[in-house]
């Protein structure tokens, strides 16, 4: 497909690494690390306000339909920012732009900590989404530094900081914000952010920019990477199906641990989180499956996994212990599938990496969205068996296009 990809302007033959050591000898543990950690902290800069919402609309005297707007934003900001602005990765290289969006996110983070009224915070938590792109453009730029055979471990090792940025986002939020107060939890992030920029300067390698084409057609190109490769529909089918599942349940989780049965809180769903631990710690071995041609298969199991536990969840939904073996094997199933998919992915057309990653992840946080108001809504009229039914009934669209011929490679 690389000469078709050519051909059709997704990139121009060029050598895509120049200027260091690293980038002709592949990439280097410690970069590996660095950029790992750098994309877990930009993923994490997305989920602090969540345990701080009622600090903030205390403090600025907002109501709770106003500061309710500062995560929605933020999350919108976000698909805005993969969509426009995650494709220049392909136009411009990519050392440049993961240093400036690092920058422009310290002044958000910083400019959302010196906010001083609610509509000046939901500002800032727009502008925090749309220029929080670095983690997006790092998986890329990490998996076209990696050699060809070790490509699926490395997005593996890339999404397992991404995955324990998410994890630890809301925990250290809280800690900061009960302790501090949530200013400091944005100082906090902004001086983070300061440093690793500063250290992926000194790290990155140069890169070569593989579309000179003008920005209108690399929009354009992101919709005819999705035409022409069969892989890249199937993999976003399978990743905004699966996140769809997984927020059909995390956006329905609070409801049933405060009604009458368990009479708990929302710290009971931060700790069902914390589980989610063990598939950050399994992204690299099924990373590295994926390397040995195994991706597909590994998507197709995750989703029977995924579809299991949302058995476990209703026959189990009287029981704390249940929930919580439910919750480890939908982690595992949406999360090591996500890696799966990211590892067939990134290898489709040469240059193109920051494009595909576009297509992807725009389906991927639209499903989440579409997922979130389908829990919702069967809440309200169903409660625990609409959630699981309708989890189920989303996750088998993708289990019967698993169980079709695979098509292109």
Request: with cysteine; aromatic share 8%; proline share 4%.
């Amino acid at each position: 497909m690389e000469t078709t990809a050519r051909n059709k302007g997704y990139a121009k033959p060029a050598n895509d690494v120049r200027g260091s050591e690293v980038a002709q000898e592949g990439i280097s543990r410690s970069l590996l690390l660095t950029m790992s950690v750098a994309a877990g902290a930009g993923i994490a800069n997305l989920y602090y306000n969540q345990p701080l919402l009622d600090q903030m609309a205390r403090d600025l005297n907002a109501g709770e339909g106003t500061i309710g707007l500062v995560p929605t934003l933020t999350q919108i900001g976000y698909a805005v920012g993969m969509l426009l602005l995650v494709p220049l990765g392909d136009m411009r290289p990519r050392r440049r732009l993961s240093l400036l969006f690092s920058v422009l996110t310290a002044l958000a983070l910083l400019g959302t900590a010196l906010s001083v009224s609610a509509p000046m915070l939901v500002a800032f938590s727009l502008v925090l989404g749309v220029c929080n792109m670095s983690p997006q453009l790092l998986i890329p730029f990490a998996a076209q530094l990696a050699p060809k055979e070790d490509r699926g471990k490395v997005v593996g090792f890339m999404l397992s900081g991404i995955f324990i940025g998410v994890l630890l986002s809301r925990t250290v939020a809280g800690f900061v914000g009960a302790e501090f107060g949530w200013r400091a939890m944005f100082v906090a992030a902004a001086v983070v952010m300061v440093v690793l920029t500063i250290a992926l300067a000194r790290m990155l390698p140069t890169n070569v920019p593989t579309y000179a084409e003008s920005y209108a057609r690399l929009l354009k190109s992101v919709f005819d990477l999705l035409r022409d490769h069969s892989t890249l529909r199937e993999a976003c089918l399978f990743g905004a199906t699966l996140f769809a599942a997984f927020m059909i349940f995390w956006s329905s989780l609070i409801h049933l641990m405060v009604s009458s049965q368990f009479d708990l809180g929302p710290r009971a769903v931060g700790l069902y989180g914390i589980l989610g631990a063990a598939a950050a710690v399994l992204s690299p071995v099924i990373g590295k499956l994926a390397d040995k041609g195994a991706a597909r298969t590994m998507a197709g199991l995750m989703i029977i996994l995924t579809i299991a536990s949302f058995g476990v969840f209703w026959f189990g939904r009287t029981s704390l212990v249940w929930i919580g073996v439910g919750v480890l094997l939908m982690d595992l199933g949406v999360q090591l599938a996500h890696v799966s998919n990211q590892s067939r992915i990134l290898h489709l057309a040469s240059g193109a990496q920051s494009r595909i990653q576009t297509a992807y992840m725009t389906s991927y946080f639209a499903g989440g969205g579409i997922g979130a108001a389908i829990g919702a809504f069967v809440w309200d009229r169903w409660e625990w068996a609409g959630v699981c039914t309708a989890a189920v009934v989303v996750l088998l669209v993708p289990l019967i296009r698993w169980l079709l011929p695979a098509g292109e490679k």
